[in-house]
């Protein structure tokens, strides 16, 4: 019956906190936990300073407003979740200096700084952790991973060293096979890979941006992890489907955006190869 209640305790905080899809959360019961807003900027990003430094003083202002407002309805808020790059919700991104003001609001108010790196841990972003790119004085107070890591886990920094085995977590024979794959990350360079080579990406997405302004605006990325908005949702699976059907696979996500997963692997080449298929696409899209 405990491990029952747990587990329940478990899965409700968990769909609590997404923001997904609506379908996951569907007839299941949730939790009074604010949420607060997550900054949309405009783009392309030197054209819109002041605007998109307005727009994160605003959700700045608005995490620390919640912070209060709860603490008068008597409950506390012990956590504050964040992803480096939001991604179900779209792929949003947000400046280094809007995170560091996050964590100084967290710190000021006895909050955890939680980061979730399930998608932007492991070097897509040219750095292993994505967090890393911001330049913390202190570094978060829990990290989750997943997906890439072989196993799913978290890193707290009061505890210091855990085990991989419980409830919880994995095998702790993936420790094994993911020993390897850091080795090969720092070997083959992996990281500076996924910089340069998403710098390949981005470019060539900025100028089918300017091709195509129509079906591509709001390019975006850091290391290899590169998204665009398409004009709509309808337009957006149309552009996968058709990607597909010429051996690509994108994703969606968020209401309109199309998103890039490649392995650490991916490199110039195989960006311009991308980009000759996908200008084709959008070429010939009607």
Excluded at 207 to 222: C, E, K, N, T
Excluded at 237 to 259: E, F, P, W
């Amino acid at each position: 019956m405990s491990l029952t209640l747990s587990l329940c305790s478990f899965v409700t905080g968990c769909l609590a906190a997404t923001h997904s899809k609506a379908i996951h959360k569907l007839d299941i019961p949730s939790l009074d936990w604010p949420i607060a807003p997550f900054p949309r900027l405009k783009y392309p990003l030197e054209d819109f300073v002041k605007e998109n430094a307005q727009e994160e003083a605003r959700c700045l202002e608005e995490v620390e407003d919640l912070i209060v407002k709860y603490r008068k309805k008597k409950k506390v808020v012990a956590g504050i979740i964040v992803e480096p790059i939001q991604s179900e919700g779209g792929d949003n991104h947000a400046s280094d200096d809007f995170f560091r003001k996050l964590r100084s609001i967290a710190r000021k108010h006895g909050c955890g700084f939680l980061v979730d790196e399930v998608q932007t841990g492991c070097g897509c972003t040219g750095k292993f952790w994505a967090h890393e790119h911001w330049g913390l004085d202190d570094p978060a107070d829990v990290l989750t991973f997943s997906k890439k890591m072989m196993t799913g886990g978290f890193i707290v920094e009061a505890l210091g060293p855990y085990r991989i085995f419980n409830t919880w977590l994995g095998d702790p024979s993936k420790n094994l096979l993911l020993a390897e794959v850091i080795n090969v990350i720092k070997r083959e360079d992996l990281l500076g890979n996924a910089t340069h080579a998403g710098k390949v990406l981005l470019a060539g997405l900025l100028d089918l941006q300017s091709r195509y302004p129509h079906l591509v605006s709001r390019a975006r990325g850091r290391g290899t992890f590169c998204s665009f908005d398409a004009p709509n949702d309808a337009t957006r699976n149309k552009l996968i489907a058709l990607a597909r059907n010429k051996g690509v696979v994108l994703g969606g996500s968020g209401d309109r955006s199309i998103r890039f997963r490649p392995t650490l692997v991916f490199r110039d080449h195989h960006a311009h190869l991308f980009l000759n298929i996908f200008s084709d696409i959008l070429a010939n899209f009607k």
